[in-house]
T-cell receptor, first 114, second 112 residues
């Protein structure tokens, strides 16, 4: 059984650019959630995907968008990057579409916007 | 928005001692989960306690939940240097079970 894998591990982008982060969910998990974690803070919920559709969204602007593919892997896209987007981006997968189970997290992508 | 607070923000103990961390939250919950994070990397799920449970054990971990006080505690017994990490509580709120709402975490240092 494989865990959640995220790529890339680290990324440096310039303000105004666009970025795509990738996540492969754990085998058997059909729900993927994305979180943003600023330094010294707890994670903030960005959105969740279940069966290829957005299933809930946090307080993030539309320039944060995502996709889920038939194999349940997912992408997080951020357009028009801002300096405050610098953070650790975490992907989590879980079985089913509800939060009644513990989530399996990937190791995250560290995004630095300069 | 953060759900609540962990207390203390930082804790330093000697190997073999017990570590207790507390978590408070604001709304009615479906369940509360504890996670560990090493060096700002991925989060590892430790234990989940449902709103109708009061205590749960897993190895050296003991979690309690008091829904009347909207609080939870995590006890790590006989701590080891490898337990050094940040510990977060996260809640799944009643009526919105699609996301985890997190506290700010407790940074635990275990000295050998």
């Amino acid at each position: 059984e494989t865990g959640v894998t995220q790529s890339p591990t680290h990324l440096i982008k310039t303000r105004g650019q666009q970025v795509t982060l990738r996540c492969s969910s754990q085998s058997g998990h059909n729900t993927v959630s994305w979180y943003q974690q600023a330094l010294g803070q707890g994670p903030q919920f960005i959105f969740q995907y279940y069966r290829e559709e957005e299933n809930g969204r946090g307080n993030f602007p539309p320039r944060f968008s995502g996709l889920q593919f038939p194999n349940y892997s997912s992408e997080l896209n951020v357009n028009a990057l801002e300096l405050d987007d610098s953070a650790l981006y975490l992907c989590a997968s879980s079985p089913r579409g509800q939060g009644n189970y513990g989530y399996t997290f990937g190791s995250g992508t560290r995004l630095t916007v300069v | 928005s953060q759900q609540g607070e962990e207390d203390p923000q930082a804790l330093s103990i000697q190997e073999g001692e017990n570590a207790t961390m507390n978590c408070s939250y604001k709304t009615s919950i479906n369940n509360l989960q504890w996670y560990r994070q090493n060096s700002g990397r991925g989060l590892v799920h430790l234990i989940l306690i449902r709103s109708n449970e009061r205590e749960k054990h897993s190895g050296r971990l003991r979690v309690t939940l008091d829904t009347s006080k909207k609080s939870s505690s995590l006890l790590i017994t006989a701590s080891r240097a490898a337990d050094t990490a940040s510990y977060f509580c996260a809640t799944v709120n009643a009526g919105n079970n699609r996301k985890l709402i997190w506290g700010l975490g407790t940074s635990l240092g275990v000295n050998p």
